[in-house]
T-cell receptor
Framework: DGGITQSPKYLFRKEGQNVTLSCEQN?????MYWYRQDPGQGLRLIYY???????QKGDIAEGYSVSREKKESFPLTVTSAQKNPTAFYLC??????????????FGPGTRLTVL | QKEVEQNSGPLSVPEGAIASLNCTYS??????FFWYRQYSGKSPELIMS????GDKEDGRFTAQLNKASQYVSLLIRDSQPSDSATYLC??????????FGKGTRLHILP
């Protein structure tokens, strides 16, 4: 089955810790994205990657880092510099960032809570 | 002006009736528009994409796009309790970025 997987489903972080969220896709999509969703808020773009070994900051990149060493994988690290990391994190992918269609498909999400 | 605006709801619709969800957007250069459904605690699921003016039908869902008026709507016919969810409108702006609305909560009354 083709799709996007995220792990873990739930993650608890202590103050001062870095944590890494996993995102894997087997859709053969070039572009991948990380969003953050807070209650009552729209999706906010953290980082995106159009191709392997390349990524760009989104609207709220401070306190986050990413890598794209493989086409299938786009992990997100939430660093201790992120002041308010408690949120629902969503990974998405699309065939190409600049495609006219650019339908984005989402993984199941990771809910991060800071203790 | 906000980039995309949706009524937050909740919109309550009796079972079997037509639910109508609306969205306006600011970027006149937008060419691609999307509707996502998000159940509580779950991730968004793409249900409709529309790229041309007019109507696009898929089962019980119809998306309507009017670029001149800068609005896109989603009609759900024969509403079912399983349609109760938050519906996110999204569009691709001239920088190829997808802009999401905050969503409209839809509640289908049994």
């Amino acid at each position: 089955d083709g799709g996007i997987t995220q792990s873990p489903k739930y993650l608890f972080r202590k103050e001062g810790q870095n944590v890494t969220l996993s995102c894997e896709q087997n859709l053969n999509h070039d572009a991948m994205y990380w969003y953050r969703q807070d209650p009552g808020q729209g999706l906010r773009l953290i980082y995106y990657s159009q191709i392997v070994n390349d990524f760009q900051k989104g609207d709220i990149a401070e306190g986050y880092s990413v890598s794209r060493e493989k086409k299938e994988s786009f992990p997100l690290t939430v660093t201790s510099a992120q002041k308010n990391p408690t949120a629902f994190y969503l990974c998405a992918s699309s065939t190409a960032y600049d495609s006219s269609y650019n339908e984005q498909f989402f993984g199941p999400g990771t809910r991060l809570t800071v203790l | 002006q906000k980039e995309v605006e949706q009524n937050s709801g909740p919109l309550s619709v009796p079972e079997g009736a037509i639910a109508s969800l609306n969205c306006t957007y600011s970027d006149r250069g937008s060419q691609s528009f999307f509707w996502y459904r998000q159940y509580s605690g779950k991730s968004p699921e793409l249900i409709m994409s529309i790229y041309s003016n007019g109507d696009k039908e898929d089962g019980r869902f119809t998306a309507q796009l009017n670029k001149a008026s800068q609005y896109v709507s989603l009609l759900i016919r024969d509403s079912q309790p399983s349609d109760s969810a938050t519906y996110l409108c999204a569009f691709k702006n001239r920088d190829d970025k997808i802009i999401f609305g905050k969503g409209t909560r839809l509640h289908i009354l049994p």
